[in-house]
């Protein structure tokens, strides 16, 4: 099967059928880091508005931008035999192929993450992944280590849309109305919950204020770590994940307000938000987006039997159509425990399915939405920026470094310590994100 990059330029030569949402994927992500406007790029997130102060990519050098597929992997490979076991390269499962042949271990957000803790021996960790993923391997790495992100400009939309500064004012206006008093019981008012995809700053007043991180293959385990705290949730910053998880547990739709940070109060009555149980913030993920219940009424009708498959950052009625719902990471475990040949369609970026259908050719695999639209962020690491970091690790100059500092570190850490306690048993290998 070809990579997804081979496929939109054949689409966009009109050498094979098939429909990408922006024939602009087919550039080097340098185009678009040079915009005045800054923006996330082609790809699913593209229509999102990107906050000010988003962190910008300036021009890689010539040589990078213009050299030919073969060239740069022959610059990539070399410098990474140049570097041995000084660096290790890590790639997210949502890369592009182009990109993942070149790392050392591949997997989810806390996977990646814990991959980085376990490699303290290395002088360099070179992030093919987004900004949040990089901050939290940085909290996790050992003093004196560098976490590189090939593209300063490789963020994620969904986290972007919680910034600390409203979390903060949002919290301020749930203390003046529910007091800081715990009841009866010793549950305090309120207890933050931030998903895995958020900034280290989220993580850190998690981590402060009494709270916890959560996965996308954990949140039912966080929120009842919290209920057993707090009467009740702030959850941010995906209300998909948060509503999907909090209504698998019973909790009622109307005991789930939303929090538009744009508004007082969220937009909600005090009457409302004395009755709610988890209050969703107003953030969502592009991808998981775009899928819906027609597609799944779709690859039900052309394929029956099919097993529809999607990830909890979907919309509840997508996740309700479905036949399960769960992490990359179960997402990729049930493909692999399917004894028979099977039909999948799934809800999930499309570099992940295009890899999970080269990976099991007994079985059918594809993509629910049959538009080629990745993850933009995602999209931003080309081998290009892998090449600049990796050669210039090789003259001894750390480029794109990420630093989370320890003020925002050590909180942090505890709301990720706090996760893994959560789940006695529970290894860091087990814990997965996004
Ligand atoms: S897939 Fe969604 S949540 Fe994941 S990095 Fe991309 S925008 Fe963020």
Known sequence: MSSVDTTIQLIRTGKTEGETCSPALADGPWVFDLQAAPSYGPGSSMGDVIPTGTPRQGQIPEEYRTASNEELDARILAAKATLGDRVVVLGHFYQRDEVVKYADFVGDSFQLANAAQSRHDVEAIVFCGVHFM????????????????????????????????????????????????????????????????????????????????????????????????????????????????????????????????????????????????????????????????????????????????????????VVDAADAAGSTDFIGKAIAAATEATTFAIGTEINMVNRLAAEYPQHTIFSLDPVICPCSTMYRIHPGYLAWVLEALVRGEVLNQITVTDEVAVPARVALERMLAAKPGTTAAQVVGD
């Not at 203390?175 to 900034?199: C, F, K, Q």
């Not at 998981?288 to 029956?304: E, G, L, M, N, T």
């Open 134 to 317: 990089a901050e939290t391997a940085d909290i996790l790495a050992r003093p004196g280590q560098s976490v590189i992100l090939p593209n300063l400009a490789a963020g994620c939309s969904m986290a972007d849309m919680a910034d600390i500064d409203s979390v903060e004012e949002a919290w301020e206006q749930l203390e003046a109305l529910y007091g800081t008093e715990p009841d009866a019981d010793g549950r305090v008012p309120v207890i933050p919950v931030t998903y895995m995809n958020s900034s280290a700053a989220l993580k850190g007043f998690c981590g402060e204020h009494g709270g916890i991180v959560c996965t996308s293959s954990n949140a039912s385990t966080v929120l009842e770590w919290a209920f057993e705290r707090g009467q009740r949730v702030l959850f941010f910053p995906d209300q998909h994940l948060g509503r999907n998880t909090a209504k698998a547990m019973g909790i009622p739709l109307e005991r789930m307000p939303m929090w538009n940070p744009r508004r007082p109060l969220g937009g909600n009555d005090v009457a409302g938000l004395e009755e709610a149980q988890v209050i969703l913030w107003h953030g969502f993920c592009s991808v998981h987006k775009r899928f819906s219940v027609d597609q799944i009424d779709k690859a039900r009708a052309d394929f029956p039997g099919v097993r529809v498959l999607v990830h909890p950052e979907c919309p509840m009625a």
